[in-house]
């Protein structure tokens, strides 16, 4: 399956490429939140993260902490948010799994969720319970 990361990783679409590998590798993203905004991208088209095996994923988000480290150092950001948009439903725009790396600074005026649910009395245990690990 094709996808504008896999034509990007192929050289048909150009970037600015920070890293690679053989596993995944890394772009800055055109329409940064904040400049400096990166791309940890899997090399293989996996379209979420259920469909990503464990070693790619696990190794993509130690990667996403290098760059996240990098640009606390070139960029001086106090913080990030290191995102994953999992499936159209969540705002996923590309169906091939990417770890966003996000500079933030202090009331730098981003905020990534504007709305937020509110629970009844009792709800959110009885969820819990319901989504439950253990
Ligand atoms: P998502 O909504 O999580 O799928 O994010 C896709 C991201 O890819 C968006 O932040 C886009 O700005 C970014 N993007 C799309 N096309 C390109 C491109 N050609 N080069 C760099 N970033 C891109």
Do not use: W
Not at 18 to 28: A, P, Q, R, S, T
């Amino acid at each position: 399956m094709e996808t504008i990361f896999t034509k990007i990783a192929n050289g048909q679409i150009p970037s600015t490429k920070l890293y690679e590998d053989e596993k995944c590798f890394v772009i800055m993203d055109i329409n940064p939140v904040k400049k400096g905004h990166s791309l940890v991208i899997a090399r293989e088209p996996y379209p979420n993260m259920a469909s990503c095996p464990d070693d790619v994923l696990t190794h993509m988000l130690l990667v996403a902490k290098k760059v996240e480290a990098k640009q606390r150092e070139v960029l001086g950001n106090q913080g990030s948010n290191i995102i994953i948009n999992n499936d159209p439903a969540s705002g996923q725009e590309v169906p091939h799994i990417h770890i966003h790396v996000i500079p933030r600074f202090v009331n730098d005026g981003r905020k990534h969720f504007q709305d937020h649910d509110k629970y009844s009395d009792g709800e959110m245990q009885a969820l819990g319970m319901k989504l439950s690990l253990n």
